[in-house]
């Protein structure tokens, strides 16, 4: 089992910055791909960024590509999506996942979700 746990959501202005965090604890493999994902009220989730838990090859969706920034930090099990230059566009509550996933973009790939952190961004 994999436990994911994410953190740094919060209100902020059009323009500014915000870093989450996903804590990751259990059984993680090489292989595993991480991921961000979003979801608007009344809206389909939706896939924001993803990279290896190797550290490879990393995915934004098109809306964030400049603006957001996914990594991992393997020695403390945390994966981080910097976002920077927020618009109203990106409130929402934002989950971390996780998996052995061919497809970076599709939910259904995941196996494990964290519980989700809010964020907001205020014109």
């Known amino acids: 089992q994999v436990q994911l746990v994410e953190s740094g959501g919060g209100l902020v202005q059009a323009g500014g910055s915000l870093t989450l965090s996903c804590a990751v604890s259990?059984?993680?493999?090489?292989?595993?791909?991480m991921g961000w994902f979003r979801q608007a009220p009344g809206k389909e989730r939706e896939f924001v960024a993803a990279?290896?838990?190797?550290?490879?090859?990393?995915y934004y969706r098109d809306s964030v590509k400049g603006r957001f920034t996914i990594s991992r930090e393997n020695a403390k099990n945390t994966v981080y999506l910097l976002m920077n230059s927020l618009e109203n566009a990106d409130t929402a509550v934002y989950y971390c996942?996780?998996?052995?996933?061919?497809?970076?973009?599709?939910?259904?790939?995941?196996?494990?979700w964290g519980q989700g952190t809010q964020v907001t961004v205020s014109s």
């Open positions: 996942a996780a998996g052995s996933v061919w497809i970076p973009n599709l939910a259904s790939q995941y196996d494990f």
């Open positions: 259990g059984r993680i493999f090489s292989n595993f791909r």
């Open positions: 990279i290896t838990w190797s550290g490879g090859d990393a």
